[in-house]
C-alpha cells in the first residue's frame, strides 16, 4: 500500500548537526552522499546502483534556485532518473536516511509552487523513496516537506492535489503526533484533509488520497504518542462517515473498493490508538454494524442488508438476505448476472488471483470430495443443512465440501471479462480482510465483558436449516472463497474466544428443555455446540495449510474455555476423532497446531469422563501410521504416502495398537514424535529447524512435550504404567544440547512428580490404594532421573529458566521414596539446592528456597537439627533479597520450617528443642517481624511463621533478656496485621498466628503489656470484619486460652465476651451475600467460643455475664446456642481453610460443648449454694439461662426422636 513505511535498524546514523532554515541553501559542511562500506560478496550491479543514485542525488543537491529553464530541464532530468529506480531490488540498502530527508529538502527549495509539473514530480519521488526504501523522516524533515505540501495544495491546481497528498501520505505515515503544528491546517474546521476526505467531496481520487492521509496520521509506532484529541476525534468522524456512505453511481468498484479498504486501515489504527473510549461520538454499536456490513461484502451469492446499529442483546438481530438479485452498489453488473448460476470461475487462473488463492485451486481436493454438487442452492449457501453427518462416527462424506471449491467451468466469461471480475474479487476480498483486521482491534481494545454483548450478532446459535443462514463469523470461516478473509475470521473468533472461560461458564444444557420460555444458559450453551459444529465442518474442508492453522488455534481456544462437565457429553467426540489425522500431516504448522488442540482437549477440566474414554480407546492405525489419508485435504497426495505391506506394524511405538491393556495411545504418538526419526514423505524439509536431522522439527517435538504434561497432569492413572519409560524420555531430553528440549523434559518430570505426590496425598488417611504407584517404582523412577543429566541440568548458569525448573522437579520428588533414595543422592540433592540459593538470578534462588520449603517437611529430614539449621540460614539470607519473589518463597519456605519446629516439639521433645541454637531462633523471630512489614504476598507467611514461633519458645527462652524485645515486637506485628487493612488472606493468617501463639503454656498471656491489645484486636475483628472466614478464625484465637488468669482481668474477660456474643447476635448480617455460605460456621465457632468462656468464667466475671443475658439479646443467645448443640447446620466441624494440621483443634464438636455445659451449670449450682447476698442475683441469672438453654436442647432431642419412631403408616403422606 502506497505510504507503507517502516524503521531502518537502529545501527544507522544519523549526523548530529542540521541545517535549521528552511530556506537556506546546499552548503559545503552539508554531507555528500556516499554509501556504506560495501561487503566483498555485494554484485556488481548495486555498486553500479549506488553509482549513479550518488551522482543524481549530488547533481541535485550542487543546484541553486533560480528561474531559468535550464534549472527545470536539469530537474526534470533528475527527477526521471531518481524515479525510474526500482528501490525494492536490495541495491540501495546501503542509502542513509538522513541523506534522503536533506535531498527531498533541498528539492523543495528548487521548486517553486508555480511550476506544477515539477510538483507532480517531486510528490511522486517523494512517496516512492520513502514508500519504497522504508524512511521515516526525521522532525526537521517532516516540518518543512509537509509545509511545502499544504502550500502546494492551498496554492497549485486541483489536478496536482492527488499526487501531492500521496507524498503528504507518505510523510505523515507513524509521524501524526509530530505534525502538531500542522493539524489545525489539516484537520481543523476548514482544513485540508477534512474537506477532501467528507463524503460530499465529488473528484473521488481526492477523497481516496485524503482518506489515505488520515489512515497514516492515525498511525502510531511503538515508543511515540498518539494522535491528539480533538484532531484524533476529527479522523474517526470523516472515516466512520466513508463507511457510512453509499457508492456514488459514476465511481468503478475497484476505485470505490480502495478508499474503503482505507478507511477501514484507518480506523484499525485509530482502534490500536489505546483503550476504546465510550463517548457520544464513538459509538461501538454503529462501529460493530458497519464491520459486519464490510466482512460480506461482495461476497459471492450474498447481499446484506445490515441494520445501522448493532446493540447488545442475547438474541441474535434482525437483518436479512433478499430472494432478489443483489442490488447493492459494489455488486457489479457481470455479478448479478451469475448470481444465479451453480459453476463459478476456477480460482487461480489469474495472476493476481493465483497469489490470493493458489492453495485453494480445484486440484487439491479429492474427486469423491466433488461429487455434492447437485445439492448446492443458487447462492451456494449449501453447507448448513448437510452438517450433521460430520459429527457422525464414519467420518468425512462428500457432502461437506464448500460450494466455493465445487465449480471449475471457465464458460461464464471471456478472457477480458473474467479478467476483471478476477480483480475485483480480489479487491472485494482485500476490503473484507480489512474488515475482520479491524474487528480485531476492536477485540483488543475494547473490554470483553462489553464486547460479549454482542456475542449473538457474531456467533451463531443454530443452523440455518430451512432459510439463509446466520451472517456470523462462522459464515465467513465456511463460505468465504479467500484462504486470507477465512483465517481473517478465525482470527477474530479466537480473539473473542480467549478469555471466554467466565463468559461461557453459564452454558447450560444438562437440564430438561424448558417449553415456556428458553433461558440464556440453554441459548449460549446451543451457541457452543453450532461453534463446535461449524468449525469442525471448516476443519474437514479447509485446504490452505495456513487457514487450516488458524481453524486448529481457534478451536483450541474454544476448547480452552467451554464448560463441558455442564453440558451434555458428545462434543469433544467427533473433534477428537477428526483432527487424531492431521497430526501426520504435510505441513508443520498444521502439526504442531493440531498438537496444540489435543494439549488443550487433555488439559481443560481434567479429568473429562469423554475424553477419558477416548484416551483407553485403542489407536487406530490410519491415525497414526498412515496419516495423511485420512485428512479429506491430503487425499490427493497420497503418492507421497509409502506402500505399505500388510504384515507391517503399524504402531509408532512398536505396539499393538489393537491391545487395550498396551500404553495410552496418545503417549505412544507423543513419544514417537519426539524420539522417533522424521518421516520424510510427511514433513516439511526444513520447517522450524531440529535437534538432530533425522528427527521431527522441533516445534513439533516441543509441543508433543506439552501434551505429554497435559496428559500426565490431568489422566496420570492412564499413563502411570509407563512411568519408568516417561522417565527415560525426559532423561533423553536433558541429554540434548537444545535448551528448549531439556526444559519441556524436566517440565515433564514435575508433572510425573506431582502427580505420585498427588496419588499418595489423596489417600493419606488410608493405607496406600492399589493404584497408587508403588513405592520401589517411584524409587527406581527417581534413581535414573536423578542421574548426570539432572545434574548439569541444575548447574547450567547459562540457562537459569532451565536451573529453576530443574529446582521445581526436585521439589516434586515423593517423601516416602526421597528416604528410600541412595544417601548419596540425598546428600547431592540437598547441597545442590543450598547452594542455588545463593545464586544471582532471581528465579533460581526463588525455586531453590522454595524446593528447601518442601524438603523441610520431609519426615526423613525434619528430625536433622544440621538440616533444618542449614536450610534456616538459607532462608533468613533470601528474606533480605531485594526481589519480591524470592521474599515471597522465602516466606513460604520460612512458615513450612516454623511448622517442622512445631511438628518436632510435639514428636521428638525437649532433645531437639535443646540442639536448636538460641541465635538462629532469635535471627528467625526477628526476620519473621521484619517480612510481617512487607507486602503481603511475603506477609501472609511472615506472620503465620511468627505465630509458629512464638508457640515454639520455651521458658529457657523467655527467661533471657535477649528475647524479651523481639518477642514483644513480634506481638505487635501480629497485632497490627489482625488490625490493618491488609489483603483478608493476611488478616486471616494473623489471626490463626495469634491463636496458635495462645497455645504457647509459658507465654504471659493475660499479664503481659501487649496481652490486652491482642485481645481488643481479635475482639474488634469478630465482630465488625465483613469477610466471615477471618472472624471465625479470630473467635477460635478467643477460645484457645485453657485458663481463666489468661484472659487477664475481669473487664477484659467482660469484653470478650461480650465481642462473641454482639458477633453471634448479628451473625445473620453482612454486606456481601457471598459471606452467607460461612454463617453456620461463624456461628457454631462463636457458640463454641462462648460456652469455652463459660467453663473457665470465676464469680467476678458474673456481672458482665448477666448485662448480657438479662436483656432483648437473650433468646437470641439462647437460639443458637440450642441449635448449635442439636447439631443442626454444624459445618464447621472439621475446620476452615486451615494452614496447618491442628486447625481442627480449634473447634469442638456439638457432643463436647453438651459435657462442658452440663458441667459448667454443676460447678455454678455449687457456687450459688455458698454464694453471698451480693454475687448470689448474678450467679443465679447465668444457672437460668443455662438451665433454659439444656431445657430446650433436652424438648428438641425429644421431638426429634418421636419424629424418626413414627411407623411409616402413620407418616404424613
Not at 248 to 255: F, G, H, L, M
Not at 525 to 538: N, Q
Not at 634 to 639: I, P, T, Y
Not at 1065 to 1084: G, I, N, P, T
Request: charged letters at 20%; aromatic letters at 6%; a neutral charge.
Amino acid at each position: 500500500m502506497a505510504g507503507k513505511v517502516t524503521f531502518f535498524e537502529s545501527s544507522l546514523s544519523f549526523p548530529s548537526s542540521r541545517n535549521t532554515e528552511g530556506a537556506e541553501s546546499a552548503s559545503a559542511d552539508t554531507p555528500r552522499f556516499v554509501p556504506l562500506p560495501k561487503a566483498q560478496h555485494e554484485l556488481d550491479g548495486s555498486a553500479q546502483a549506488q553509482d549513479q543514485i550518488s551522482r543524481c542525488c549530488n547533481k541535485l543537491r550542487s543546484l541553486r534556485a533560480s528561474d531559468s529553464a535550464t534549472l527545470k530541464t536539469e530537474l526534470n532530468s533528475l527527477f526521471d532518473q531518481l524515479i525510474s529506480e526500482n528501490y525494492n531490488s536490495g541495491n540501495h540498502d546501503n542509502i542513509h536516511p538522513e541523506v534522503v530527508c536533506e535531498m527531498l529538502m533541498h528539492a523543495s527549495r528548487l521548486v517553486p509552487l508555480s511550476q506544477e509539473h515539477l510538483i507532480i514530480k517531486l510528490s511522486q519521488l517523494i512517496h516512492q523513496l520513502l514508500n519504497q526504501l522504508q524512511v521515516i523522516v526525521d522532525e526537521h524533515a517532516l516540518d518543512v516537506l509537509v509545509s511545502y505540501c499544504t502550500r502546494a495544495l492551498r496554492t497549485c491546481s486541483s489536478w496536482t492535489h492527488p499526487e501531492v497528498l500521496l507524498a503528504l501520505s507518505s510523510l505523515v505515515y507513524g509521524n501524526g503526533s509530530r505534525c502538531h503544528r500542522h493539524l489545525p491546517e489539516l484537520l481543523g474546521l476548514s482544513g485540508i484533509l477534512v474537506n477532501y476526505g467528507d463524503p460530499s467531496q465529488p473528484d473521488i481520487e481526492l477523497r481516496r488520497s485524503a482518506v489515505h492521509c488520515l489512515a497514516n496520521l492515525c498511525l502510531s509506532v511503538p515508543g511515540q504518542p498518539y494522535l491528539e484529541e480533538p484532531y484524533k476525534g476529527v479522523c474517526y468522524g470523516i472515516l466512520l462517515r466513508t463507511l457510512q456512505s453509499p457508492k456514488p453511481p459514476d465511481v468503478e468498484d475497484i476505485v470505490f473498493c480502495t478508499l474503503l479498504q482505507s478507511a477501514l486501515k484507518g480506523t484499525q489504527y485509530f482502534l490500536n490508538g489505546g483503550k476504546w473510549k465510550a463517548v457520544s461520538t464513538q459509538d461501538l454499536g454503529t462501529l460493530l454494524a458497519l464491520l459486519k456490513r464490510f466482512m460480506f461484502y461482495g461476497l459471492p451469492g450474498i447481499s446484506v442488508e445490515m441494520p445501522q446499529v448493532l446493540y447488545p442483546a442475547p438474541l441474535p438481530q434482525y437483518e436479512t438476505i433478499p430472494a432478489a438479485k443483489p442490488e447493492l452498489s459494489q455488486d457489479s453488473a457481470a455479478q448479478k448476472k451469475t448470481a444465479g448460476n451453480k459453476k463459478r470461475k476456477s480460482r487461480g487462473k489469474g495472476k493476481k488471483a493465483g497469489a490470493e488463492g493458489k492453495n485453494d485451486d480445484d486440484d487439491h481436493t479429492s474427486g469423491h470430495l466433488k461429487t455434492g454438487g447437485s445439492g448446492v442452492d443458487q447462492s451456494g449457501w449449501s453447507l448448513g443443512s448437510q452438517s450433521a453427518s460430520v459429527t457422525s462416527p464414519s467420518g468425512v462424506t462428500p457432502q461437506l465440501y464448500p460450494s466455493w471449491k465445487k465449480g471449475s467451468s471457465d464458460s461464464e466469461f471471456s478472457d477480458p471479462e473474467g479478467g476483471m471480475q478476477t480483480k475485483l474479487r480480489l479487491y472485494q476480498a482485500r476490503v473484507r480482510q480489512s474488515a475482520l483486521q479491524c474487528f480485531l482491534a476492536v477485540v483488543k481494545c475494547v473490554e470483553k465483558r462489553i464486547l460479549y454483548g454482542y456475542w449473538s450478532s457474531f456467533v451463531p446459535d443454530a443452523p440455518g436449516i430451512g432459510g439463509p443462514p446466520p451472517l456470523t463469523l462462522l459464515t465467513i470461516a465456511l463460505k468465504d472463497p479467500s484462504p486470507k478473509v477465512r483465517a481473517g475470521s478465525l482470527q477474530v473468533l479466537s480473539a473473542l474466544l480467549e478469555g471466554s472461560r467466565q463468559f461461557l461458564s453459564t452454558a447450560e444444557d444438562t437440564s430438561a428443555p424448558r417449553q415456556a420460555f428458553t433461558p440464556f444458559s440453554a441459548t449460549l450453551a446451543a451457541s457452543v455446540r453450532e461453534l463446535h459444529r461449524c468449525l469442525l465442518l471448516a476443519l474437514v474442508a479447509e485446504s490452505s495449510c495456513q487457514t487450516l492453522t488458524q481453524v486448529l488455534k481457534c478451536l483450541a481456544h474454544l476448547v480452552s474455555n467451554v464448560p463441558y462437565n455442564r453440558l451434555r457429553p458428545g462434543l469433544l467426540s467427533p473433534l477428537w476423532k477428526q483432527i487424531r489425522p492431521y497430526v501426520r500431516h504435510r505441513d508443520v504448522n498444521v502439526r504442531v497446531s493440531s498438537l496444540t488442540l489435543f494439549g488443550a482437549l487433555v488439559s481443560t477440566q481434567a479429568p473429562l469422563p469423554e475424553i477419558q474414554l477416548l484416551l483407553q480407546q485403542p489407536g487406530s492405525t490410519s491415525a497414526l501410521s498412515t496419516p495423511g489419508i485420512s485428512t479429506p485435504q491430503e487425499l490427493s497426495h497420497n503418492w507421497r504416502l509409502p506402500t505399505r505391506r500388510d504384515g507391517e506394524a503399524s504402531s509408532p511405538g512398536g505396539g499393538v495398537e489393537g491391545d487395550p491393556e498396551g500404553p495410552c495411545w496418545m503417549l505412544q504418538l507423543c513419544v514417537s514424535l519426539v524420539t522417533q526419526p522424521r518421516e520424510e514423505p510427511y514433513s516439511d524439509s526444513d520447517a522450524g529447524g531440529s535437534s538432530g536431522a533425522s528427527l521431527e522439527p522441533l516445534p513439533i517435538r516441543l509441543e508433543a512435550l506439552q501434551v505429554l504434561a497435559h496428559l500426565v497432569k490431568g489422566y496420570f492413572s492412564l499413563v502411570q504404567t509407563s512411568l519408568l519409560e516417561l522417565g527415560q524420555l525426559s532423561t533423553r531430553c536433558l541429554k540434548e544440547q537444545e535448551p528448549s528440549v531439556q526444559l519441556h523434559g524436566t517440565k515433564l518430570l514435575e508433572e510425573l512428580g506431582t502427580g505420585i505426590i498427588q496419588q499418595y496425598r489423596a489417600d493419606a488417611n488410608t493405607t496406600p490404594s492399589a493404584k497408587c504407584v508403588p513405592v520401589c517404582q517411584v524409587v527406581e523412577f527417581w534413581s535414573e532421573v536423578l542421574a548426570a543429566p539432572m545434574i548439569s541440568a541444575l548447574q547450567n548458569e547459562q540457562h537459569p529458566t532451565l536451573q529453576t525448573s530443574a529446582c521445581d522437579t526436585l521439589s516434586s520428588i515423593l517423601p516416602q521414596a526421597f528416604s528410600q533414595l541412595p544417601n548419596k543422592t540425598q546428600v547431592l540433592c540437598i547441597t545442590i539446592l543450598l547452594g542455588l540459593t545463593y545464586s544471582e538470578n532471581a528465579l533460581v534462588k526463588a525455586a531453590a528456597v522454595r524446593a528447601l520449603g518442601v524438603y523441610i517437611l520431609f519426615p526423613c529430614l525434619r528430625e536433622d537439627v544440621m538440616f533444618v539449621a542449614d536450610t534456616a540460614n538459607a532462608i533468613l539470607t533470601a528474606l533480605d533479597d531485594r526481589s519480591p519473589n524470592v521474599r515471597a518463597k522465602a516466606a513460604w519456605s520460612l512458615g513450612n520450617l516454623t511448622d517442622t519446629l512445631i511438628v518436632n516439639m510435639q514428636s521428638v521433645g525437649l532433645e531437639f528443642q535443646e540442639e536448636f541454637s538460641d541465635m538462629l531462633l532469635l535471627n528467625m523471630l526477628r526476620s519473621a517481624t521484619k517480612a510481617s512489614g512487607d507486602k503481603d504476598r511475603v506477609k501472609s507467611n511472615a506472620v503465620r511463621a511468627l505465630g509458629n514461633l512464638v508457640h515454639f519458645l520455651q521458658p529457657v527462652h523467655l527467661g533471657k533478656p535477649v528475647f524479651e524485645q523481639p518477642l514483644q515486637e513480634a506481638m505487635r506485628a501480629l497485632i497490627d496485621t489482625v488490625r490493618g487493612e491488609a489483603t483478608m488472606k493476611v488478616r486471616w493468617n494473623a489471626c490463626y498466628a495469634l491463636g496458635n501463639a495462645f497455645r504457647n503454656h509459658n507465654l504471659p498471656l493475660g499479664s503481659a503489656d501487649w496481652s490486652k491489645e491482642a485481645y481488643s484486636a481479635l475482639s474488634y475483628v469478630v465482630t465488625s470484619c465483613k469477610n466471615f472466614k477471618v472472624r471465625i478464625k479470630s473467635a477460635a484465637a478467643l477460645s484457645v486460652p485453657s485458663t481463666r488468669d489468661r484472659y487477664g482481668d475481669a473487664q477484659q474477660f467482660a469484653q470478650v465476651w461480650q465481642a462473641l456474643a454482639q458477633a453471634l447476635e448479628h451473625s445473620e448480617e453482612m454486606e456481601d451475600f457471598l459471606e452467607y455460605r460461612y454463617c453456620a460456621s461463624l456461628r457454631s465457632q462463636l457458640c463454641h467460643a462462648l460456652l469455652h468462656l463459660l467453663t473457665v468464667c470465676q464469680p467476678n466475671d458474673l456481672p458482665a455475664l448477666r448485662s448480657s443475658l438479662s436483656d432483648q439479646s437473650r433468646p437470641v443467645l439462647q437460639g443458637f446456642l440450642v441449635h448449635y448443640l442439636s447439631n443442626k447446620g454444624v459445618t464447621l466441624v472439621a475446620g476452615v481453610d486451615g494452614a496447618a494440621g491442628d486447625e481442627a483443634g480449634d473447634h469442638a464438636v456439638p457432643e463436647d460443648g453438651l459435657r462442658a455445659l452440663n458441667e459448667t451449670l454443676t460447678r455454678l449450682k455449687g457456687q450459688l449454694e455458698e454464694a453471698v447476698l451480693d454475687s448470689s442475683e448474678d450467679l443465679e441469672t447465668v444457672v437460668n439461662f443455662l438451665e433454659d438453654v439444656l431445657r430446650n436442647f433436652e424438648e428438641v432431642k425429644e421431638s426429634d426422636s418421636k419424629v424418626f419412631s413414627l411407623p411409616l403408616s402413620k407418616l404424613p403422606q
